[in-house]
């Protein structure tokens, strides 16, 4: 069974207080591994797909990384604004089975 | 910009009545997801459908959940009875032809008493 676990569940940083929220995932062949922001009361906002080993993807002070087994949200210079909820979610193979398979989610503040 | 729409986006009901929740994808997009949001369970797949046609609704309770799309630019997901167990926030999704990401809509709050 495809399974995604996320830690810390909470991370609590000072504004300018670098830090990375870690996406361990088991799956019998990963098509792609996916990132969202969920601020509350709002569905969640696509931010990166990754798809093979050593990939890497960036947005402003954001940045995915992705192994064979886990992936890791790497956040540079925080802002209160960047406070949210983060999922991981999983695709396993066969191409064209688009269900996505989502952690719990690390909730991030950011205080000025 | 284009955007998934839901309705309604809060309904509170009792015990045993019918729910019907609605949503709009983004127009052009083949590929329809349902999804509910609970604080134990997190983001689970109920059911999604491409051009129309159903996929996959594994993990929607049979006896009292269905999902149709009567044409593509309306979804439905209905529940009947409801129950306190389906309290939740459920979510639509889509997606265009030839990619794997999925835009959401801003979700419907169910509450059952």
């Known amino acids: 069974e495809d399974q995604v676990t996320q830690s810390p569940e909470a991370l609590r940083l000072q504004e300018g207080e670098s830090s990375s929220l870690n996406c361990s995932y088991t799956?019998?062949?990963?098509?792609?591994l996916f990132w969202y922001r969920q601020d509350p009361g709002k569905g969640p906002e696509f931010l990166f797909t990754?798809?093979?080993a050593g990939e890497e993807k960036e947005k402003e002070r954001l940045k995915a990384t992705l192994t064979k087994k886990e992936s890791f949200l790497h956040i540079t210079a925080p802002k209160p604004e960047d406070s949210a909820t983060y999922l991981c979610a999983v695709q396993a193979l066969p191409q064209g089975a688009q269900k996505l398979v989502f952690g719990q989610g690390t909730r991030l503040t950011i205080n000025p | 910009d284009a955007r998934v729409t839901q309705t309604p986006r809060h309904k509170v009901t009792e015990m045993g009545q019918e729910v019907t929740m609605r949503c709009q994808p983004i127009?052009?997009?083949?590929?329809v997801f349902w999804y509910r949001q609970t604080m134990m369970q997190g983001l689970e797949l109920l059911a999604y459908f491409r051009n129309r046609a159903p996929l996959d609704d594994s993990g929607m309770p049979k006896d009292r959940f269905s999902a149709e799309m009567p044409d593509a630019t309306l979804a439905t997901l209905k529940i009947q009875p409801s129950e306190p167990r389906d309290s939740a926030v459920y979510f639509c999704?889509?997606?265009?032809?030839?990619?794997?990401?999925?835009?959401f809509g801003p979700g419907t709050r169910l509450t059952v008493l």
């Open positions: 799956v019998s062949g990963l098509r792609g």
């Open positions: 127009l052009g997009h083949n590929t």
């Open positions: 999704a889509s997606g265009p032809t030839g990619t794997d990401t999925q835009y």
């Open positions: 990754l798809y093979s």
